[in-house]
Nanobody, 116 residues
């Protein structure tokens, strides 16, 4: 199993910001897609944002204009900048790395709590 490690979660007040980081041991030439998912209490794990190997990004509607996914230099690290956070953004955030042979690798998740 390829190592995928997330960091950057925590407790933040509504309206605040957090930046999540995810680094993978998968060689950069083997990375096809990097994605952030979120599992909210009582719900399944849902896609939040993705970035392709050519830099194309996509977001779920609920985070558009507030979250930014980036992968500087098409390297082994992906970030999720989260601004204007809302209580509904609370959950465990998981990083997913899909390889060019369609294998999916997951991190252990990092908790984000938005509460006053």
């Amino acid at each position: 199993q390829v190592q995928v490690a997330e960091s950057g979660g925590g407790l933040v007040q509504p309206g605040g910001s957090l930046r999540l980081s995810c680094t993978t041991a998968l060689g950069v030439s083997f990375i096809d897609l990097m994605r952030w998912y979120r599992r909210t209490p009582g719900n399944q794990r849902d896609l939040v944002a993705s970035i392709s190997r050519n830099g194309a990004v996509d977001y779920v509607d609920s985070v558009k204009g507030r979250f930014t996914i980036s992968r500087p230099g098409a390297g082994d690290t992906v970030y999720l900048q989260m601004d204007s956070l809302k209580p509904d953004d609370t959950g465990v955030y998981y990083c997913n790395v899909r390889s060019i042979v369609d294998e999916n690798h997951w991190g252990q998740g990092t908790q984000v709590t938005v509460s006053s």
